[in-house]
């Protein structure tokens, strides 16, 4: 009923850069906040970034991201984007969409997750 579908993932060298997408779709009422986090081998999953889509658009960062990724968001499309440069071999990952909103045939706030995208960062 409700899917988020992740692109963008791919091998990239230590300083380069790749875009994340995650298109929200389905039977939704409203979005809240939109996230991505990031799961390495044998490590937990850890937030990466997070954008209120109501609102303001106030964003929040993982500390080891901050000044090289921006999280962005198109309310038109039910899209979030992370723009991610100065990647580091420890940016490897796979990287999930996250989004909390309200499915029109519950009209209760749900947690939804997308299938999620390995980004490699290797030389």
């Known amino acids: 009923q409700v899917q988020l579908v992740e692109s963008g993932g791919g091998l990239v060298q230590p300083g380069g850069s790749l875009r994340l997408s995650c298109a929200a779709s389905?039977?939704?009422?409203?979005?809240?906040?939109m996230a991505w986090y990031r799961q390495a081998p044998e490590k937990e999953r850890e937030l990466v970034a997070r954008i209120d889509v109501n609102g303001g658009g106030s964003t929040n960062y993982a500390d080891a991201v901050k000044g090289r990724f921006t999280i962005s968001r198109d309310n038109a499309r039910n899209t979030v984007y992370l723009e991610m440069s100065s990647l580091k071999p420890e940016d490897t990952a796979v990287y999930y969409c996250?989004?909390?909103?309200?499915?029109?045939?519950?009209?209760?706030?749900?947690?939804?997750w997308g299938q999620g995208t390995q980004v490699t960062i290797s030389s």
């Open positions: 996250y989004a909390k909103l309200v499915p029109s045939w519950t009209l209760h706030l749900s947690d939804y």
């Open positions: 389905g039977r939704i009422f409203s979005i809240n906040v």
